[in-house]
Structures are given as structure tokens and as C-alpha cells.
């Protein structure tokens, strides 16, 4: 974990409610399917938001305007500065067996996979997405993964845009190796649906956001873990589902 002041570059919508944010700063050692923890004046929990992109001096946020917290991230200025905690969380093993990655997210579960998918190209792996949306209006990230050379699959839930219904609807009939990220009830369908094993990573509200607290615990095979320091990413054979 570090603590590091980033300056704003830009802070632009997507969608009228998901927004991305581009910030200047140290942002070396953070790994693919970690997140950062974002300290907001006047409010005393900072707020844990997923990494989008990373380069040396650089990093990328995309997130949903959901709450006090990000409505007052999204009013931010270029030029403005936060304090952020960064290298949080244990992300994506880019270690499988096997050429083809498989990449399901669902809504802002999206923005942890486009960093992952730059780093698995750069292993030589071939990469498809299925992004899932509930209507075209909140459709975000597709051609930046079209921009890698990512295969992309789009659903929408009414059917306003790509195929109509659920990431499930669009997994292929073949095994593959996955990576997954969205809220709950989907990665339990894609647990039940997808073939071969994956790699799951888990929205859940923090505390502390890094492991003091134990507020995000979640059931595995091994007991509890928690998502902002064991996890927030586990293998398909860790998880277990509490109904």
C-alpha cells in the first residue's frame, strides 16, 4: 500500500452516470485487478474505486456516480488533487494454462478488465470480452477494447443494443479460462454457467480497505477472507455462495 497525492488531468462523463477520471502521479506497482482508495473531503471513510489503466506516472479511474462520495468525485477539476492509497487488493494471476482469456463484466464491473486484458496481450494471449449493460445508454469501454484487439460481445438486459439479455446469453459453448468482475448475482450465474475455471473479483462495500476492519468479508473454502485484502479477486475453486 502507498499513499500518493495525484493531481486531476480530466475527469469526463461516459455516460450520464459512469465517469472517467485521468490522474498524474506516482502509480508504480499496481497490478491488474487492484484498486485504490480514494480520501474525499468532508467525508470520514475514503472510497475504494477499481483501476481502469496505469502507466508509470500515471493512472485512469472509471466509476458510477452512486453516492455522496462520488457525486462529489465527479464535480472534481482538472487540476484539482487527491489523496489516494494505491496497491490495495490482491488482483488478476495472469498465470494459466492455455492461449485463450476470456473477459465478463457486468456494468462497472468493466473497468478492472481493460487493464488486464492490455497486460494478457502483452503475455501473447488472445482475448474476447463480454461486456453486459442493462440498456445502450449505459454502454461504456467497448472501443477501447476494440482498440487492443479484444474480441468484444455487448449485451444489453432490453435488448437496446448488442445481444439482448445477460453476459450468460453471450458465453461461448467451448471450455476456456475466465476472468469476471460485477455485482454479485451475476458472477454467481457465470459461476453456474461459464466452462473451465476463472477468475472472479468482487464488488463489496469497505470499511478500511485494507483488511483492519473485516466489513467485506466473504464465505470461502477456507473460511472467511476478506475482499479488500485477501481478495478482492479468488479462484472459482475458493468460492463458496451464501444464500
Not at 69 to 76: D, I, P, R, V, Y
Not at 87 to 111: H, K, Q, R, T, W
Request: contains cysteine.
Amino acid at each position: 500500500m502507498k499513499q500518493v497525492i495525484f493531481k486531476i488531468a480530466s475527469n469526463l462523463p461516459l455516460t450520464e452516470t459512469v465517469y472517467r477520471m485521468e490522474l498524474v502521479g506516482d502509480s508504480e506497482g499496481i497490478t491488474c485487478g487492484q484498486f485504490v482508495n480514494i480520501k474525499i473531503d468532508g467525508l470520514f471513510l475514503r472510497r475504494p474505486i477499481s483501476v481502469y489503466d496505469v502507466s508509470t506516472d500515471s493512472l485512469t479511474i472509471v466509476y458510477k456516480v452512486v453516492g455522496q462520495g462520488t457525486e462529489k468525485l465527479c464535480e472534481m477539476k482538472k487540476g484539482d488533487e487527491l489523496d489516494i492509497l494505491t496497491c490495495l487488493g490482491n488482483g488478476y494471476s495472469l498465470d494459466f494454462e492455455g492461449e485463450n482469456a476470456l473477459l465478463i463484466g457486468g456494468g462497472v464491473g468493466v473497468p478492472p478488465l481493460y487493464y488486464l486484458a492490455k497486460q494478457l496481450l502483452k503475455k501473447g494471449k488472445k482475448v474476447s470480452a463480454i461486456l453486459g449493460f442493462n440498456t445502450k445508454a449505459e454502454v461504456f469501454g467497448e472501443e477501447d477494447f476494440k482498440a487492443l484487439g479484444v474480441d468484444v460481445t455487448v449485451t444489453t438486459a432490453d435488448g437496446s443494443y448488442g445481444i439482448k439479455g445477460f453476459v450468460t446469453d453471450a458465453l461461448p459453448e467451448y471450455d476456456y479460462y475466465y476472468f469476471t468482475c460485477g455485482p454479485e448475482p451475476m458472477l454467481k450465474a457465470v459461476y453456474k454457467n461459464a466452462k473451465g475455471d476463472g477468475q472472479f473479483s468482487f464488488e463489496e462495500r469497505m470499511g478500511c480497505g485494507f483488511g483492519a476492519c473485516m466489513g467485506c468479508s466473504h464465505k470461502t473454502v477456507k473460511g472467511y477472507k476478506r475482499v479488500c485484502k485477501d481478495g478482492p479477486v479468488f479462484k472459482k475453486e475458493e468460492i463458496l455462495w451464501e444464500d
